[in-house]
């Protein structure tokens, strides 16, 4: 799902604009990511919870070379998923039986 197809359907659900939908999920994920850089969380109960991981520096290889490089240190993104979001994934992975 693309974030245009996600706008249609919450304004469709809601019966809001899709203009209104669409800043709202701007502010929404521009405040996800200022928090994931300042290096804050985000926990959002019954869904889950984003958090930056740090990476170290360390020595990789060039798939084409085999020459050892350099790849600097780094943060990442981290999504774990909550207890809700699992099981209603597994419900639909298993068609809905348990």
Do not use: W, Y
């Not at 740090?54 to 050892?68: I, Q, S």
């Amino acid at each position: 799902m693309t974030k245009t197809q996600l706008i249609d359907h919450v304004a469709k659900e809601t019966g809001l604009s899709k203009k209104d939908v669409g800043t709202v999920c701007d502010a929404l994920f521009g405040r996800v990511a200022e928090s994931l850089a300042s290096g804050e969380g985000i926990q959002i109960s019954g869904f889950g919870a984003f958090s930056a991981k740090e990476r170290p520096a360390r020595t990789g290889r060039n798939p084409r070379t085999g020459e050892p490089i350099a790849i600097s240190a780094s943060r990442s993104v981290v999504f774990t998923a909550g207890k809700s979001l699992k099981e209603q994934v597994n419900g639909a992975a298993a068609g809905g039986a348990e």
